[in-house]
């Protein structure tokens, strides 16, 4: 079923989108702009920051190198720990040889403040002298700060836990003539390597840089640094977060520029900068919370709601404005036109404006006054036309009835002298006179139909029904019939039509029944109809000879028949009568399977008000 809209209601909702895209556009493009701009802004700062940061951390980390180079330069040193491993010596000339190399390493390390230990490994990388007794002997052969060192990165950092402290680590590849000879190892504390990493100047309250390495050549990423959120995470594993992908994991596989979409190791989503530190197998993460970043937008996305809202009611309030001044007049035009569709034909539509609606109010005037003079004219012809036919009727019916008058007398006089022959002359000269009297009043009932004036009042079809049955009473009462009429409901109307249209209906149900089975009629009502508007169906149902289907339509003709005047009297009339009836009430009629084997006949009238 179709949902009507109102004119005024399409008016509304096309001036409120007129005035609604512009601005959720508009709304929606600054926002845009407005959010890239603060994340291209953050971005370049991000970059700054992380590449100062990248610059102390590669500081920190080459001073480590150059103290690592300083040792494994120094020739004394290099002859005395080739000597310890390639000569047989006295126990007494390795005594001295170690306490020369320990004393070099000694001096190294008071040179620096954050150096904690340093060691010299021989060639299988064993500890063979230390700044600390207990170091000497180890075995450090594994560690990856010694894996990653050689001839041509003859330094590599790491950093590492020794007991609860957590220190950085430098390998030095030593060579002397060409030949390896060992290594040179460092300790250190990484208290400014940790200033460094603690350093969140313009990051924010959820900004941080992050260092981070991966155990291993494919183990879990770890932080190097104590992280914001933990100080205790330094070189525990790092979660890399699900859905987009780590910034961590970006800058060890080699993205070293800027991560927009990302998250961290809490899974948040950032905005990071990243960049590798030379000299090692570390990445920098300098980053910051995306909800930080963007919380500057809020107040825009607010400000720009309030906006949309305000200009929603105004456009909303003017749209409605409009819209009423625009269908105002349409609706009076409207309401003009009803009460001339009901007969008022003093209506006349107001011109309160000077634009189409107005031409069209003044069209419309002027074609009710048209209406008006036609409707006289025809008035005219048509109280000319029922004259012609009342006295056309009469001049018809006069010579027949004459026709008929003159057989019986003939007839009366002299039918004892007439032979059988003329006497079967005389009735078919009185039955053909009879039948074309009936052909004469029928064909009058037939045009009076459409051109006599029918007032619409309240009809209750079922008294209607049982007027019909009454009139045909005598017919009833001679067939045995049985006419069984149920609650019918009630329509607007014309009562004389109705009982006439009931009348014709179940006299032909009386005719037309089967030789020897009394008739059984049934007039019901069925489920209301859905179409165009409101609607009844009617149906009357008999047990007669019925309809073929083939013949169902075309019988509604004037003057169509499927039985001769000898075998079913009629004129063949009633059925189109019927048909003009139903039309004037705005209905259809159609044949139909009937309940009771016979024929059944469905009318839908119209449901509308009275005129």
């Not at 800058?251 to 030379?278: C, F, K, M, S």
């Not at 349409?330 to 006349?348: H, P």
Request: charged content about 25%; some cysteine.
């Amino acid at each position: 079923m179709s949902i009507r809209t109102s004119l005024r209601t399409k008016l509304g909702l096309a001036l409120l989108a007129v005035a609604l895209v512009p601005t959720v556009v508009a709304s929606v493009l600054v926002f845009t702009t407005q959010r890239s701009t603060i994340i291209d802004d953050r971005l370049e700062r991000l970059r700054a920051i992380a590449t100062v940061q990248q610059s102390r951390i590669e500081a920190w980390v080459a001073a480590s190198e150059d103290n690592v180079a300083l040792i494994a330069s120094r020739t004394r040193f290099r002859i005395e720990l080739r000597d310890m491993q390639d000569r047989v010596i006295s126990e007494v000339d390795r005594q001295v040889k170690l306490n020369t190399i320990t004393g070099i390493l000694e001096d190294a390390s008071g040179a620096s403040q954050n150096v904690v230990e340093v060691h010299a490994l021989d060639r299988s990388g064993r500890v063979v002298a230390s700044t600390s007794a207990l170091r000497v002997g180890s075995e450090l052969a594994d560690a990856p700060y010694l894996a990653g060192a050689g001839p041509d990165d003859p330094s590599v950092s790491h950093v590492d836990g020794s007991g609860d402290e957590l220190v950085g680590v430098h390998g030095g590849f030593v060579e002397l003539d060409g030949e390896h000879i060992g290594w040179v190892v460092i300790e250190q504390r990484l208290e400014a390597l940790v200033e460094v990493l603690e350093d969140r100047s313009g990051l924010g309250s959820t900004g941080e840089a992050v260092l981070v390495r991966r155990d291993g050549f494919s183990g879990p990423i770890v932080s190097i640094g104590p992280l914001k959120s933990s100080a205790a995470s330094a070189l525990a594993p790092l979660p890399t977060g699900d859905g987009v992908e780590s910034a961590a994991v970006r800058v060890l596989d080699g993205d070293h520029g800027n991560a927009v979409d990302a998250v961290d190791y809490r899974g948040e989503p950032v905005i990071a900068a990243t960049r590798p530190i030379d000299g090692t197998d570390w990445g920098l993460v300098v980053k910051q919370d995306r909800s930080e970043i963007l919380a500057a937008t809020n107040g825009l996305r607010n400000t720009l709601v309030v906006a949309a809202a305000a200009v929603t009611a105004l456009a909303m309030t003017g749209a409605w404005l409009v819209a009423r001044q625009l269908t105002r007049n349409i609706g009076d035009l409207t309401a003009t036109a009803r009460r001339v569709a009901r007969g008022d034909r003093s209506a006349r539509a107001k011109v309160a404006t000077r634009d189409e609606l107005a031409e069209l109010a003044v069209a419309f005037n002027r074609m009710t006054d048209d209406l008006v003079g036609h409707e006289a004219e025809l008035e005219t012809r048509k109280t000319q036309l029922e004259s012609f036919l009342y006295v056309s009727s009469h001049d018809l019916k006069t010579p027949l009835r004459s026709i008929s008058s003159f057989s019986q007398l003939l007839r009366l006089d002299f039918g004892p002298g007439l032979d059988d022959r003329a006497g079967h002359y005389l009735e078919r000269i009185e039955q053909g006179a009879t039948r074309t009297i009936d052909v004469i009043d029928d064909l009058l009932a037939y045009v009076r139909v459409d051109h006599v004036d029918h007032e619409s009042e309240q009809v209750d079809l079922t008294a209607a029904a049982v007027d019909a049955r009454d009139l045909l009473g005598p017919i009833i009462a001679e067939k045995h019939a049985e006419v069984r009429i149920g609650e019918l409901g009630h329509i607007e109307g014309n009562q004389p039509l109705i009982v006439q249209l009931f009348q014709n209906l179940i006299g032909n149900a009386l005719k037309f029944a089967r030789d020897g089975v009394p008739p059984v009629i049934d007039v019901t009502t069925l489920d209301r109809a859905n179409g165009d508007g409101p609607a009844l169906r009617l149906v009357v149902a008999d047990n007669g000879v019925g309809v073929p289907p083939e013949h169902r339509t075309r019988i509604f003709a004037p003057f169509e028949r499927l039985h001769s005047a000898d075998e079913v009297p009629g004129t063949g009339l009633g059925l189109a009568v019927c048909q003009r009836i139903v039309a004037l009430h705005d209905g259809t009629i159609e044949f139909a399977d009937s309940p009771l084997g016979g024929a059944a006949v469905e009318v839908t009238l119209a449901c509308r008000e009275a005129v």
